[in-house]
């Protein structure tokens, strides 16, 4: 269903793209914002090669014409939708973002309390998280690691602490027979951004380099918290915008939480996005179930 629609659009689209860039007032931004909406269409499709060469393509135009997220105007948004997709596919082929999170130059002072500047700042610590990692590793670096890992886990914090008290959402109702307590947002958007903060703390837990820095450490009630915490937040009436931005976070809450029906309740919900919203999460499926009838085994 899904499918047809987006390659039409897709279609329009690059069609308009080609006449307007004959145009001599298409401006290096303006292309940049096309070149990302073009991503988003196939991203309904699937994240496959041309996705990823679009946002290789991408990467380009935004080093070459010195586009980051200081620019203003359409750029910083086309910036900012751009940095969302190479976070997006980072997790999915589980290495580090096309754009390293030190190029990105930050404008921010520290002090931020608007929340579009907020839930850009969560994206940007989850692209530092994933680039610590998912890194090559070597004995050597072990000590560097953990002090890369304290840094990030305290920038974390600091985050949480910085957010206005109508930002984290509030609870309401009782907690469901699987232990989820819904939660309402004031400001919607927030929700994908609470759902990247448990992803980053679930990478920093369990995935790439992490568990050799923890050794016997690792706590499954801490995990089981973070991931219950994600799905908690897509079960609640939050907007579709935040469902589909937290695809990637519920993928590693079901990886990762202990009960096998929650796994398939979360499984489930991810098969309804793609089915309502069009937004492809039927390779994230498979491979949850590769993992659990590798579970069963054993």
Same mark, same amino acid.
């Given at each position: 269903?899904?499918?047809?629609?987006?390659?039409?659009?897709?279609?329009?689209?690059?069609?308009?793209?080609?006449?307007?860039?004959?145009?001599?007032?298409?401006?290096?931004?303006? !292309?940049?914002?096309?070149? /990302?909406?073009?991503?988003?269409?196939?991203?309904?499709?699937? #994240?496959?090669?041309?996705?990823? &060469?679009?946002?290789?393509?991408?990467?380009?135009?935004?080093?070459?014409?010195?586009?980051n997220a200081s620019s203003g105007g359409v750029a910083a948004?086309?910036?900012?939708?751009?940095?969302?997709?190479? +976070?997006?596919?980072?997790? /999915?082929h589980e290495c580090p973002t096309m754009l390293p999170p030190?190029?990105?130059?930050?404008?921010?002072?520290?002090?931020? !309390?608007?929340?579009?500047?907020?839930?850009?700042?969560?994206?940007?610590?989850?692209?530092?998280?994933? =680039?610590?990692?998912? &890194?090559? +590793?070597?004995?050597?670096?072990?000590?560097?690691?953990?002090?890369?890992?304290?840094?990030?886990?305290?920038?974390?914090?600091?985050?949480?602490?910085?957010?206005?008290?109508?930002?984290?959402?509030?609870? %309401?109702? !009782?907690?469901?027979?699987?232990? %989820?307590? &819904?939660?309402?947002?004031?400001?919607?958007?927030?929700?994908?951004?609470? *759902?990247?903060?448990?992803? =980053?703390?679930?990478?920093?837990?369990?995935?790439? *380099?992490?568990?050799?820095?923890?050794?016997?450490?690792?706590?499954?009630?801490?995990?089981?918290?973070?991931? &219950?915490?994600?799905?908690?937040?897509? %079960?609640? #009436?939050?907007?579709?915008?935040? @469902?589909?931005?937290?695809?990637? #976070?519920?993928?590693?809450?079901?990886?990762?939480?202990?009960?096998?029906?929650?796994?398939?309740?979360?499984?489930?919900? @991810?098969?309804?996005?793609?089915?309502?919203?069009?937004?492809?999460?039927?390779?994230?499926?498979?491979?949850?179930?590769?993992?659990?009838? /590798?579970?069963?085994? %054993?």
């Amino acid at each position: 269903m899904w499918k047809s629609i987006a390659v039409g659009y897709y279609g329009e689209s690059l069609h308009h793209l080609i006449h307007a860039l004959d145009g001599p007032s298409f401006s290096s931004g303006d !292309t940049l914002a096309a070149t /990302v909406l073009l991503s988003s269409y196939e991203l309904f499709t699937y #994240p496959g090669l041309d996705h990823h &060469r679009h946002v290789s393509g991408t990467v380009t135009l935004i080093k070459s014409n010195l586009h980051n997220a200081s620019s203003g105007g359409v750029a910083a948004a086309a910036f900012w939708v751009y940095a969302r997709q190479d +976070v997006a596919m980072a997790l /999915v082929h589980e290495c580090p973002t096309m754009l390293p999170p030190e190029e990105w130059v930050i404008p921010w002072t520290g002090q931020e !309390t608007a929340e579009d500047i907020l839930g850009n700042k969560m994206v940007w610590i989850v692209a530092k998280v994933i =680039a610590h990692t998912f &890194r090559e +590793v070597d004995a050597a670096a072990k000590q560097s690691l953990h002090r890369d890992k304290t840094r990030l886990i305290k920038e974390l914090d600091n985050w949480q602490e910085s957010l206005p008290a109508s930002s984290a959402g509030v609870s %309401f109702g !009782t907690s469901s027979e699987e232990g %989820f307590l &819904r939660k309402f947002f004031a400001v919607p958007s927030m929700a994908g951004a609470m *759902c990247m903060y448990h992803l =980053a703390h679930l990478l920093l837990l369990t995935e790439g *380099c992490n568990p050799s820095l923890t050794g016997e450490n690792i706590s499954q009630v801490e995990i089981d918290l973070h991931a &219950r915490s994600v799905a908690s937040i897509a %079960f609640s #009436p939050i907007s579709d915008a935040s @469902l589909v931005q937290a695809v990637q #976070p519920l993928y590693y809450s079901a990886k990762h939480i202990s009960t096998l029906a929650v796994k398939f309740k979360i499984w489930a919900l @991810l098969d309804r996005i793609e089915n309502q919203l069009g937004f492809h999460t039927g390779h994230r499926i498979k491979q949850l179930q590769q993992q659990i009838k /590798v579970a069963w085994a %054993f």
